[in-house]
Structure formats: structure tokens, C-alpha cells
């Protein structure tokens, strides 16, 4: 029987040899197969590779291997691998099963079969790999010595590491649980905890308050007298712009000069006043940009129009009085001589300590319409 299954093997070896010979010479594709080792006990694996060099521009249709050959079973297929560079003329694909056999005896592995067409050749063409023998022998008893015993369990003693290694990460979910539940303890009670915070109240102050301060400021510090007129003239400036925003809501800190008397056009007030609001401006203009130096009385004269603007624009709260019946307006004359007049501000209104910028400026006058 020996005899009979090693000439059945030589047969196989020779056939994969001419196989192999007219696959270099007559195919372009070449399908090979190899064991790692041709003979194992029972129960060992081997690696079986499969391996498969075609031009890179022929299409091949890889072999699916098998869940078992016989009796030879495959316990693991690994995935197919590209060898060398994609971008080559050749391409190498590989892949490697690992079997095993569970009873002794010749077992042949077929030839895998790969399919593949040439390019844009419709025609299917067959590469196929070599047969392999592949043998199982069963592991050597030695009859002559006797059966042993077979001993029963033992026991042995149960140490930390095994506890440590089963139940770790349940005791670390433990931990994290409590940790959890203790923050959430302290969060609750920081939380009770309420706190008062007392609310300041703001008082808006009235804008021509303000301004009159900001100019009794920029007249005590004598800038021009020391020397810093460019600073004089951006101060008195910057006092009256902010007056403007918190009297008329007109942004006129980012205005230029000629944008804010444009607002002015057409708001009630006094035709003096927009005149000494226009000196004021357009003279600091100058003095800032075009580096000019005013005489030493232009210095008192624009603080003094600068108090004079605030005082005449200086806007008073009205008493609160009954409400009157709507009156229908023909035309645009009527509705102007209905509207309030702007409160002026008189020489009894004005402290002693600016009276001497004002003048004869504002004696009870009754602004004109601009408009």
C-alpha cells in the first residue's frame, strides 16, 4: 500500500514540475502554491502560500480557497497582499492559508484555479497552481511501557493577581460609580447655597451735567497756557462730540465735522448756537490736523462756545401736563409753530463761574427755525 501511495506522489511531483515548465513558457500569469512543511503530526498547522505574478494590466479574478480540503481543514485565511510596487509592470499578489489535519494518512491539496482576462480581451483565461501532497503521521507510542494513573485535580490557592486579573475592571466601574456619586453630593449641596447679589442701580446723569464738568476739567488743567495746544482743542472737541451722542444720539465721535453739522440742518435750535458749535469743530479740525496755532484769545473764545452750546441745547424735563385732544394739521407752516420750542438757556440759569464765557449770548431769546 506504501508503494502504491509513494508512486501516486512521485506521479504528483513530476506532474507539478512539467506544470510549472509550461506555465514559464507558454503563460504570462504564474500561479504557484507552497507548504511550509510538506509533513506534520496530528493537530500541528502548516501555512499553505499561495502566490500569483501577472502584468499589471491583466484583471484576475482571485481563487475563494476553501473551509476544507478533504480532511484537511482551513483554519485561517489571511487577506490577499499586493507584493512590491502598484505602479509596476509585474504585479505579485499573495496569500496564506493556515490547515491542519486530525488523522494521519497522503492527503493531496487540488491546484487552485485563478481566472483572468488579458486587458480589454473579453476571452477568460485559467492559471492554475500546482498539486501538493501533503502528510499527516500520527504521534509514536511505545507499547512496552505501562499505563499511568491518572492523578486527580489539585487545588490550588487563589491569589490576588487571579482576583485582580477576572474582576478588575468591575472594581474600577465601582470606584468611578462612588467618585460619581460623591461629586454629585458636594455639587448638590454648593448648589443649595443661594446668593444674594445686590444689584447697582445706575443713574444716567444728564448729558449737559456731564459736558459742563468735562469742560470745567479741560479749563482747569491749562493746557494751552502750558504749551499743549493740539491736547486743548482734542479735549474740547472730544467734550462736545460725546455731548452730542448723549443729547441727540448722533455717534458723532466717529463723524467727521462736516457730517455732524449736517445732522444739524435741520434741529431746532438757535442759529447762534450752530455757529459757535461750527467754531468749535472746525477750529480744533485745524489745530489737530493742518497743524495750525490760534491766536491766544481763539483759546477762551472756543471754550466759551463750547459752554455756550451746551447751555443753549441744554434740554430740561417738561412738566407732565393733561393730555390734549389731537388737532388735525392742513398743512406744513402749522405743524412747525405747533412744535415745542427747545428750552434756551437764560443768564439767570447759568452759574457766575461761566457767566464770563457767555456774554450777551443768550439773553431769553426764542431760537429760530432753521428748518
Known amino acids: 500500500m506504501e508503494n502504491i501511495v509513494l508512486r501516486y506522489y512521485r506521479c504528483l511531483v513530476i506532474a507539478g514540475f512539467i506544470l510549472i515548465g509550461h506555465n514559464a513558457y507558454t503563460q504570462d500569469v504564474i500561479a ?20 500569483v505574478q501577472y502584468p499589471s494590466s491583466y484583471i ?7 473551509d476544507s480540503m478533504g480532511n484537511v481543514e482551513v483554519v485561517e485565511t489571511s487577506k490577499v497582499d499586493t507584493v512590491g510596487r502598484k505602479d509596476s509592470t509585474v504585479i505579485t499578489q499573495t496569500q496564506t492559508l493556515t490547515i491542519t489535519a486530525f ?17 480589454k480581451d473579453t476571452n477568460d483565461f485559467v492559471a492554475e497552481t500546482q498539486a501538493i501532497l501533503l502528510t499527516v503521521n500520527t504521534i509514536p507510542v511505545d507499547t512496552a511501557k505501562g499505563f ?22 468591575f472594581v474600577i466601574a465601582g470606584i468611578l460609580a462612588v467618585l460619581l456619586i460623591i461629586g454629585l453630593i458636594i455639587y448638590l449641596k454648593k448648589r443649595k447655597k443661594v446668593i444674594h447679589v445686590v444689584e447697582e442701580k445706575i443713574i444716567k446723569r444728564p448729558a449737559h451735567e456731564i459736558a459742563l464738568e ?31 451722542e448723549n443729547r441727540y444720539g448722533i455717534i458723532a465721535m466717529e463723524l467727521t465735522t462736516d457730517e455732524i453739522l449736517l445732522q444739524f440742518k435741520n434741529r431746532m435750535i438757535h442759529t447762534e448756537a450752530k455757529d459757535k458749535l461750527t467754531q468749535v469743530l472746525q477750529l480744533s479740525d485745524l489745530v489737530k490736523f493742518a497743524k495750525v496755532e490760534p491766536l491766544p484769545n481763539e483759546h477762551d473764545l472756543t471754550l466759551s462756545n463750547a459752554y455756550n452750546f451746551v447751555y443753549s441745547t441744554t434740554l430740561k424735563e417738561e412738566p407732565i401736563v393733561q393730555e390734549q385732544p389731537q388737532i388735525e394739521i392742513t398743512n406744513q407752516s402749522q405743524a ?13 440759569s447759568i452759574p457766575d463761574e461761566h457767566a464770563k464765557y457767555m456774554g450777551s449770548s443768550v439773553k431769553n431769546k426764542t431760537p429760530e427755525n432753521n428748518g
Open 32 to 51: 504557484t502554491a507552497k507548504l511550509d512543511a510538506s509533513v506534520i503530526k496530528i493537530g500541528d498547522q502548516v501555512k499553505l502560500h499561495l502566490t
Open 103 to 119: 488523522d494521519s494518512g497522503y492527503y493531496p491539496i487540488p491546484p487552485f484555479v485563478f481566472h483572468y482576462k488579458k486587458g
Open 336 to 348: 412747525i409753530a405747533n412744535q415745542p420750542a427747545p428750552i434756551v438757556a437764560t443768564e439767570s
Open 60 to 66: 484576475i479574478n482571485w481563487a475563494t480557497p476553501p
Open 148 to 169: 499511568k494513573e491518572i492523578k486527580n485535580v489539585m487545588d490550588t490557592p487563589y491569589s490576588f493577581a487571579e482576583f485582580w486579573e477576572q474582576n478588575k475592571w
Open 214 to 244: 468735562e469742560l470745567k476739567k479741560v479749563e482747569e488743567e491749562k493746557l494751552w497756557q502750558g504749551g499743549f495746544i493740539k491736547k486743548y482743542y482734542s479735549s474740547v472737541s472730544d467734550v462736545i462730540r460725546m455731548y452730542i
